[in-house]
């Protein structure tokens, strides 16, 4: 089945403690990004990856590195998570580029205390 | 960067009503214009797009227009149903800027 995984779905953690959400999917996509959503704010893209190696900034960067070591793999890593950072994560993907659907996983939603 | 305005934030009908949700957007460069609806507690997905080289597009109920001059785009939901609630996004550019979203509830 197609589809894009993330893990952990729920996390609740503390200010300060790195932590990684994995993000895979068997698709073959190229193109893979991260959003944040917010109550009132929407989604806003924090990175994304055109291809392997390939990575760039959102609009929300601050606080967030991503690694594109392999095409079905984008992990988000939070170095000093901060109460700010509690937040609903969705990893999304989409085949050449991302003028075509983004398929998005089922979402992580992260607590910082 | 690219700017999206979505409104409105909530938009509630009558089942059978019908239901249009506007976005504008800052960059004329922008060439791809996605429809995304988001069930509570579930991941958003894509229900419709259009690209810069086309006016309209329909999918049975659903209807997108695009005003390239205007840099408006509209989602179009006829005879509304119960099962339409949800949030509503809209996106523009090549990579793909937000709107805030629209909370469509349908009162049977």
Redesign the interface.
């Known amino acids: 089945e197609a589809q894009v995984t993330q893990n952990p779905r729920y996390l609740i953690t503390v200010t300060g403690k790195k932590l990684t959400v994995t993000c895979s999917q068997n698709m073959n996509h190229e193109y893979m990004s991260w ?1 944040r959503q917010d109550p ?6 924090i990175y ?1 990856s055109m291809n392997v190696e390939v990575t760039d900034k ?2 929300v960067p601050e606080g967030y590195k991503v690694s594109r070591k392999e095409k079905r793999n984008f992990p988000l890593i939070l170095e000093s998570p901060s109460p700010n950072q509690t937040s609903l994560y ?1 990893c999304a993907s989409s085949s050449g580029s ?2 075509h ?2 398929f ?4 992580t939603r992260l607590t910082v205390l | 960067g690219e700017n999206v305005e979505q409104h409105p934030s909530t938009l509630s009908v009558q089942e059978g009503d019908s239901a249009v949700i506007k976005c504008t957007y800052s960059d004329s460069a922008s060439n791809y214009f996605p429809w995304y609806k988001q069930e509570l507690g579930k991941r958003p997905q894509l229900i419709i797009d259009i690209r810069s080289n086309v006016g309209e597009k329909k999918d049975q109920r659903i209807a997108v227009t695009l005003n390239k001059t205007a840099k408006h785009f509209s989602l179009h939901i006829t005879e509304t149903q119960p099962e339409d609630s949800a949030v509503y996004f809209c996106a523009a550019s090549r990579i793909p800027t937000f709107g805030r979203g629209t909370s469509l509830i349908v009162h049977p």
Do not use: N, V
Not at chain 1, 104 to 107: A, E, L, Q, S
């Open positions: 959003y009132g704010l929407g989604l806003r893209q994304y959102g609009d969705f991302p003028h659907e983004q998005f996983g089922p979402g």
